[in-house]
């Protein structure tokens, strides 16, 4: 029975390192996605400019601030990918990893503008709020297959 138990122990945590690997896996695929689109084209989603604004209020209230413009920008982008991360592996990966990326991607055109942010960014024309909700679901997706692909 111990060797059971210490099996199933090894076997979950396994699962949990695939599904964290699956999780950063959809959030650096929905970060490239993102970056790619907002560079090349105009009058997309900058949800970037989110992160930047939360950020920047968030070391406000702790009195720390962040000046050099690159690594402000790699500081947004790390705590994006992470915390997409961790939300893809904890939802991603099961059933319902399509309703995981539409609440996520509905959720960064809607809660933006309730937690005193700027949503121009991501909600300032349907075409910007349709292509955020695509981009969480493109991640949601992409987590998905490579979790399916490594389990």
Sequence with gaps: MAQFVQMQLLQNQ????KKILAGLG???ALNLLHEI????????????KVGEEALN???????LKITDKDQFYLA???GDVISNGVYYASTATS?????SGLAAGIGAVVLPKNMGLDDSPVAETTQKKIMTVGYYLFGAIVTKLIYDRIK
């Excluded at 689109?37 to 970037?48: A, G, K, L, M, Y």
């Design 14 to 17: 396994s699962n949990m390192y």
């Design 26 to 28: 959809g959030a650096i």
């Design 37 to 48: 689109i907002r560079n090349n084209f105009d009058n997309v989603p900058e949800v970037n």
């Design 76 to 78: 947004t982008l790390a």
């Design 57 to 63: 209020k968030s070391l406000e209230k702790v009195d």
């Design 95 to 99: 059933g319902f990893n399509i309703v």
